[in-house]
């Protein structure tokens, strides 16, 4: 059955209800390469935003008051060469800045320049950026066998240096939350059980605090979804989302709120839509350069199979599962 | 029949429902009540105890499915198998007590 076709049996519409968040790719590039990788993302990739599109989305942020967070992801989005000035920029704007930080990028340096990343977790300090890190299980045997081999030593490294400048301590108000995804062809646990689990493990393994633990559902797109193909899971795994709609997550899907835009300046409903080449449908062009609130939010959501990614469950989104139980 | 247990069968499970409904809804009910909430245990704790009997009852579909219960509640492969080892030993153990039953017969029959 269609997503579509789920969506009219449960007589939900799902339109745009607002753009709070301005979601932006700022390349492909990463120090690491994860086996459920979406993006596709590792460090041979070469597509990066560009001074000119960074400029772009600041304007767009300094003239729509009504987008109040900026969520930078990637790839690494840290090593984009102008990262650091698109914080500092948008801080000033008064926008909260979200980093999808995969830790590991502090302690590797940069796969390019061989520049030192070392100085991250003061640069998040100092403005305050909310950081959202990826940890799929709190031992290393699951992490390593997702991430690669050595990322969970380097997590727990990256992580605690992120705890020593305040990172995590309820009060000091720098927000450091950590995302669980399967590894594997299952779906994700109840968000509370599991965020308990991973606090008391954290803790007593590392005495390593944080604050929120977001569960997020794999998405049956790029390498992910070639590992079903492989494993010959896909249509095993489809059936569980589907199996698993639920009309309240499908209410609280992210790209009600939210924009994403692609390294090159192309606007998509979601993360995911990005990944699959469907930019937004308004009828205009989808380019940060022709970027018209008021159409965007007269648009009509682009949705397809993946969808049910979202809506399985407690929901996931790119801040966690999106009602209180599934 | 090629076999008695196919996979895709466990999804068949509901079809019980075509006769006889009000038990199947009784039985779902409790089964549910019983098995997939949050209570005194911690639903990985049942989603445990579950794997471990369906490796006692040795029934494929539950271990099927309480195997990925017990990943989609949190569970790991070192707790899994803490649990099976947990059954195996019980089992053990159940035939080796009933060595008091094979000593008190001897006892009783040799000089």
């Known amino acids: ?326 | 029949m090629a076999s008695y247990y196919e996979s895709k069968d466990l999804a068949k499970f509901s079809d019980i429902s075509k006769n006889q409904k009000h038990l199947w809804d009784k039985f779902l009910a409790w089964y549910n009540a019983a098995t997939a909430t949050e209570g005194a245990l911690t639903k990985r704790e049942k989603s445990l105890i579950g794997l471990a009997v369906a490796h006692t009852v040795q029934c494929p579909y539950c271990i099927d499915a309480y195997t990925n219960q017990c990943l989609e509640s949190g569970a790991n492969l070192d707790q899994m198998t803490e649990a099976l080892h947990v059954t195996a030993a019980v089992r053990g153990g159940a035939s080796l007590v009933h060595g008091v039953q094979c000593r008190n017969i001897v006892e009783k029959l040799t000089m």
């Open chain 1, 1 to 326: 059955m269609t997503f579509t076709t789920t969506l009219s049996e449960h007589r939900l519409m799902l339109t745009p209800l607002s753009v709070e968040t301005l979601q932006v790719n700022l390349g492909k590039l990463c120090n690491q390469a994860c086996k459920h990788c979406h993006v596709d993302a590792g460090p041979k990739r070469t597509e990066m935003m560009t001074r000119e599109a960074i400029e772009r989305c600041l304007e767009i942020l300094a003239r729509s008051p009504t987008i109040t967070k900026l969520d930078l992801t990637g790839g690494a989005p840290e090593l984009n060469d102008h990262f650091d000035f698109f914080v500092a920029e948008a801080t000033k704007l008064g926008k909260h800045v979200i980093v999808r930080h995969n830790l590991t990028v502090t302690l590797d340096a940069h796969p390019i320049s061989g520049k030192s990343m070392e100085y991250l977790p003061e640069l998040f300090r100092t403005h305050r950026v909310e950081v959202i890190s990826s940890l799929p299980y709190f031992q290393e045997r699951e992490t390593d066998s997702q991430r690669g081999a050595g990322v969970y030593a380097k997590s727990i490294a990256s992580l605690r240096l992120l705890n020593a400048v305040g990172y995590g301590d309820e009060a000091s108000g720098l927000i450091l939350n950590l995302v669980y995804n399967p590894v594997g062809a299952y779906l994700p646990p109840e968000q509370a059980a599991i965020e308990r689990q991973f606090k008391d493990e954290l803790w007593k393994r590392h005495r390593i605090v944080f604050n929120n633990l977001y569960v997020i559902t794999n998405m049956p797109i790029n390498r992910f979804r070639h590992f079903l193909e492989r494993a010959e899971l896909y249509d095993t795994y489809m059936t569980k989302l589907m199996n698993a709609f639920n009309p309240a997550a499908a209410e609280g899907v992210m790209c009600r709120s939210l924009i994403s835009v692609g390294y090159d300046g192309t606007l998509y409903d979601c993360d995911f839509n990005q990944m699959l080449h469907l930019p937004v449908n308004h009828g205009a062009p989808a380019t940060i350069w022709d970027f018209d609130l008021d159409m965007l939010l007269q648009r009509s959501i682009v949705f397809g199979e993946h969808c049910y990614g979202c809506t399985a469950g407690a929901g996931s989104s790119c801040g966690g599962a999106t009602v209180a139980k599934g």
